[in-house]
């Protein structure tokens, strides 16, 4: 699952998610273009608000063979 399909699905938008975190909205755009992961004291949240797991989140993460 990527950071944006699960925010979609969630109905949040960027600016919102952001918001709720505590960082920049660019941020959150940085994360969904895989350019930057999000620090992994905030996966517990972002997990949270996007109702999935952190092992969810981390899969879009890992490289594929």
Same mark, same amino acid.
């Given at each position: 699952?990527?950071?944006?399909s699960? *925010?979609?699905?969630?109905?949040? @938008?960027q !600016?919102?998610?952001?918001?709720?975190?505590?960082?920049?909205q660019? @941020?959150?755009s940085?994360w969904?273009a895989?350019? @930057? *992961?999000? *620090?992994?004291?905030l +996966?517990? !949240? +972002?997990?949270k608000? +996007?109702?999935? @797991?952190?092992e969810?989140?981390?899969?879009?993460?890992?490289p594929?063979?």
């Amino acid at each position: 699952m990527s950071f944006k399909s699960a *925010r979609e699905k969630c109905g949040v @938008t960027q !600016q919102e998610l952001a918001v709720a975190l505590g960082v920049d909205q660019s @941020t959150v755009s940085l994360w969904e273009a895989e350019k @930057t *992961r999000p *620090r992994a004291k905030l +996966l517990p !949240q +972002l997990a949270k608000i +996007l109702d999935c @797991t952190i092992e969810e989140l981390l899969e879009s993460c890992m490289p594929t063979s």
